[in-house]
């Protein structure tokens, strides 16, 4: 026996593409530049480079790989250590051990979700007494909410260790004015398909430093020399975005503030509807900037709300609606059990009562408040 049809499925954050992806996606794949280079790319990377307000771009195949060539500009390499944001995607760690380094993780800050710059000096004055300095601070923009940046590159400067910013989710936010990204030695961005625009998979590293742009291009492109044979003097990846791909990625930056500020609205929407409702509360905005809002976060409390982020989390499914628990610590991750952590309660705390509700920027009001619904129900019949 079949049931009733499930209403249409509502993803947590899909792709919202237009007419002008679709006329550049075209228009490349007419002019027949189906490679890892050509003249999308490097349009691309002009565009993006006004968007963020940094000069030197390189369009790549993920964050990740944005993320594992600005660590290896900085110098990462074997036994070497990286303060790394605890609360984050693996993506962030594993470009860490990619170079044989490893991560050490701080935890997050109550008030942001992001790195806590009081337990980066904490770790930083215990390395520095131990007479081993990390190589590198990577500090995340979580869910589009950039890091306190003064205070991290303030601490950061007084011990001479840079800092990459690991911007993947965070592109159209701003901290103190200036647009994510543009903090720190170097940083990473995503256009994974849930991100807040994107290219299906792809990431850019940007830099103010030119010629740290240039060696990652240079390395993104299996670190082929200038000659007319095939050589190579070091080792290089194939990281190079597509020319199709940055076609795409320049449709999706033309309509980049249109996705801001519909990310906002169903932030403040869900902020309207939810905000009251005992035990529910939302990931905290920091007065210093302004989040991308790229997913919409919730923390319950089960005591005060009636039912936990789980069960609100399956209610929701049967309904169709997907939404998802926020991301576990890495200190909590099998993989990374062996690796020294600072703090960690607070960023266990957000994990074990978080939500991240659907924040796709095509979402209708109605389907809002069809979630909404959802979550109000659990409340009074959490196992229903
Ligand atoms: C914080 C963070 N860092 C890095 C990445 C990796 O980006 P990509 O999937 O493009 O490799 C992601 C997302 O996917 C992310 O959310």
Redesign the pocket.
């Known amino acids: 026996m079949t049931g009733p049809p499930l209403p249409k499925r509502i993803y947590l954050s899909p792709p919202h593409m237009g007419p002008a992806e679709r006329a550049l996606l075209l228009d490349a794949f007419d002019s027949n530049w189906i490679a890892p280079l050509g003249p999308h790319v490097d349009a691309f990377e002009r565009e993006f480079c006004e968007t963020v307000d940094v000069p030197h771009a390189a369009a790549l195949s ?3 790989a944005a ?1 594992h060539l600005a660590l290896l500009m900085l110098g990462v390499g074997p036994g070497d250590e990286v303060l790394v944001s605890t609360f ?2 693996a ?2 760690a594993n470009a860490v051990t990619y170079l044989a380094a490893k991560p050490v993780f701080i935890d997050s800050d109550r008030e942001t979700w992001n790195m806590d710059p009081g337990l980066m000096e904490e770790e930083l004055a215990e390395c520095s007494r131990r007479g081993k300095l990390p190589k590198a601070v990577v500090a ?1 923009d979580l869910y589009g909410q950039c890091a306190d940046y003064d205070r991290i590159l303030a601490v950061c400067g007084r011990y001479g260790v840079p800092v990459v910013e ?1 911007a ?2 965070a592109l159209g936010a701003a901290y103190k004015g200036k647009p994510a990204g543009s903090f720190g030695a170097a940083a ?1 961005f ?3 398909g849930n991100k807040i625009i994107t290219t299906s ?1 792809g ?1 850019m590293f940007v830099s103010s430093d030119r010629s740290l742009v240039e060696r990652a291009r240079h390395l993104a492109t299996q670190a082929r020399d200038p000659a007319p044979h095939y050589q190579h003097s070091a080792v290089g990846y194939n990281y190079r975005m597509s020319n199709l791909l940055a076609a795409v990625g320049r449709g999706q930056l033309r309509v980049l503030r249109d996705r801001v500020s519909r990310k906002r609205e169903i932030f403040r929407f869900y902020r309207r509807a939810l905000g009251d409702l005992p035990g529910i509360s939302f990931m905290p905005i920091s007065g210093y900037g302004e989040p991308n809002h790229w997913l919409t976060c919730i923390l319950v409390d089960p005591a005060r709300f009636g039912a936990t982020r789980e069960e609100i989390r399956l209610a929701l499914e049967r309904e169709n609606i997907e939404s998802r628990p926020l991301w576990k610590p890495m200190h909590l991750q099998p993989v990374f059990k062996d690796c020294r952590v600072r703090g960690g309660s607070v960023s266990e705390g957000i994990f074990r009562e978080g939500l991240c509700l659907p924040s796709g920027s095509n979402l209708t009001d109605q389907e809002l408040e069809r979630i909404i619904r959802g979550i109000v129900h659990t409340a009074c019949r959490p196992s229903a």
Do not use: Q, Y
Request: charged share 10%; proline share 0%.
């Open positions: 993920s964050g990740t993320l984050t995607f993506a962030t995340v690991d993947a989710e990473a995503s256009f994974n998979g990431g």
